[in-house]
């Protein structure tokens, strides 16, 4: 998260970047190699435990629509999750100040995010690793079974696989064209990504698998906007 002069970019400093050009070529589909390197390994052990967790609740003497209605209860939850997340903390600024708390919020979080908006196209930022979230994945994994299997479990599998399915979503969404990505669905969260990366929509349009919570939250594309860019 280091500027080409060393300096760690914090946004109670200088708030979000714009995108800064280099003037050099970007290999597009290098940088979605890189991308797609560090998504792997989360990707592979999170949708294996995602499928272990499912497939045992149904089979076990539980409701299969109760396992279902738990499942479809954490892919909701995590699009709520991803739209706060990416609101309040990749976009938070977090000063620096007394005490411990604030301290070590200053240092984790007041830099993340930071570089992605910079070089939107950097394959090194625009997903996180398996580093980033295998320590909270598994102790609330392990917290959820304190519950019978087919509800806390699942729904807490299904979070966990929502996540996967975000980044890939979120990876497409810098490298379409790499891809081929067609069809209304792509056209639609491309757009919608791009314009959050643009000058008018660094604070507005969090949704990184849609646009609904941002309907909801009051961080919706503006209507002028909207019109143009979505048809």
């Given at each position: 998260m280091a500027k080409a002069d060393g300096r760690r970019r914090l946004k109670s400093e200088v708030g979000?970047?714009?995108?800064?050009?280099?003037?050099?070529?970007?290999?597009?589909a290098a940088e979605a190699r890189r991308s797609?390197?560090?998504?792997?390994?989360?990707?592979?052990?999170?949708?294996?435990?995602?499928?272990?967790?499912?497939?045992?609740?149904?089979?076990?003497?539980?409701p299969v629509a109760a396992t279902l209605a738990w499942f479809a209860a954490g892919g909701v939850s995590w699009t709520l999750v991803e739209y706060l997340a990416h609101r309040y903390i990749l976009h938070g600024r977090f000063p620096d100040g007394t005490g411990a708390l604030?301290?070590?919020?200053?240092v984790k979080l007041d830099g993340l995010h930071a570089e992605h908006h910079a070089r939107p196209w950097d394959g090194d930022h625009i997903n996180g690793t398996i580093r980033d979230t295998v320590l909270y994945m598994t102790v609330l994994a392990a917290a959820s079974?304190?519950?019978?299997?087919?509800?806390?479990?699942?729904?807490?599998?299904?979070?966990?696989?929502?996540?996967?399915?975000?980044?890939?979503?979120?990876?497409?969404?810098?490298?379409?064209?790499?891809?081929?990505?067609?069809?209304?669905?792509?056209?639609?969260?491309?757009?919608?990504?791009?314009?959050?990366?643009?000058?008018?929509?660094?604070?507005?349009?969090?949704?990184?698998?849609?646009?609904?919570?941002?309907?909801?939250?009051?961080?919706?594309v503006p209507v002028r906007d909207r019109d143009r860019l979505y048809r």
């Open positions: 979000m970047p714009q995108v800064e050009f280099s003037g050099r070529r970007i290999d597009l797609r390197q560090r998504l792997l390994p989360a990707s592979a052990l999170y949708t294996s435990y995602a499928l272990v967790v499912l497939g045992s609740a149904l089979r076990s003497p539980a604030r301290h070590w919020a200053h079974f304190l519950a019978p299997l087919h509800t806390a479990p699942v729904l807490w599998a299904a979070v966990m696989q929502s996540y996967v399915i975000e980044e890939w979503v979120h990876h497409g969404t810098h490298f379409p064209t790499v891809y081929g990505l067609r069809g209304p669905y792509w056209r639609y969260i491309v757009r919608h990504h791009a314009y959050h990366h643009s000058p008018r929509g660094t604070e507005i349009a969090f949704g990184l698998t849609s646009g609904a919570w941002d309907a909801m939250l009051g961080t919706r």
